[in-house]
């Protein structure tokens, strides 16, 4: 099956510094990619939809100038987390949707966790 | 999007089926039935999807009632690998684009 790739696994940070986290499809071009934020114990939260070539979509709510979200190509989908706080901290992760079948489904990175100290 | 209810949890013995039910009173004609687990610490993994027929693959069978208002997830034998969190999501089949809403699941642990 497709493989999405997700950097870091795992990053600690100071309150106040930006985070990049990186999304990489191996062996398929994602023309769209899709961002989530879990929190312990909850469900996946969809943050926003990340179009190749175009600005992200957001989803109600998320600040589009605190998660700015790059699609520059169409393996690569990055999440920065610009000044982050400890209320930041969230397990954060991507999935991309592959280009062929019908109603095709999507395929999940490993997820990074972010603590903000 | 249409919404699904799950139980919160279930338990299973380990190597024994496991049916996982899944209600979706007010899907429509266009929308796919998707499940995905997770395991802990990681990202959702999918496990299957159907639109109306039962379906059958490597790691589970789908289910699908005839007026399509509920579907069942079927483990054949549980094993303890199989712990997760399982989400049952409507995804509209007429939108490609279409994004996966996630409820809240349900946790299922497997006993040795």
């Known amino acids: 099956g497709a493989v999405v790739s997700q950097h870091p696994s795992r990053v600690i940070c100071k309150s106040g510094t930006s985070v990049k986290i990186e999304c990489r499809s191996l062996?398929?071009?994602?023309?769209?990619m899709f961002w989530y934020r879990q929190f312990p114990k909850q469900s996946l939260m969809l943050m926003a939809t990340?179009?190749?070539?175009?600005?992200?979509?957001?989803e109600q709510g998320v600040e589009k100038d605190k998660f700015l979200i790059n699609h520059a190509s169409l393996t690569l989908s990055t999440l920065t987390v610009t000044s982050a706080h400890p209320e930041d901290s969230s397990f954060y992760i991507c999935?991309?949707?592959?280009?062929?079948?019908?109603?095709?489904?999507?395929?999940f990175g490993s997820g990074t966790q972010l603590s903000v100290l | 999007d249409a919404k699904t209810t799950q139980p919160n949890s279930m338990e299973s013995n380990e190597e024994e089926p496991v049916h996982l039910p899944c209600n979706h009173s007010?899907?429509?004609?266009?929308?796919?039935i998707h499940w995905y687990r997770q395991l802990p610490s990681q990202g959702p993994e999918y496990v299957i999807h159907?639109?109306?027929s039962n379906v059958n693959n490597r790691m589970a069978s789908l289910a699908i009632a005839e007026d399509r208002k509920s579907s069942t997830l079927i483990l054949h034998r549980a094993t303890l690998r199989d712990a997760a969190v399982y989400y049952c999501?409507?995804?509209?089949?007429?939108?490609?684009?279409?994004?996966?809403?996630f409820g809240q699941g349900t946790e299922l642990s497997v006993k040795p």
């Open positions: 999935s991309a949707r592959v280009p062929w079948g019908a109603n095709e489904k999507l395929f």
């Open positions: 062996d398929f071009q994602a023309t769209t």
């Open positions: 990340s179009n190749e070539g175009s600005k992200a979509t957001y």
């Open positions: 007010t899907i429509s004609g266009t929308d796919y």
């Open positions: 159907g639109l109306t």
């Open positions: 999501i409507l995804r509209d089949g007429g939108n490609q684009g279409g994004k996966l809403i």
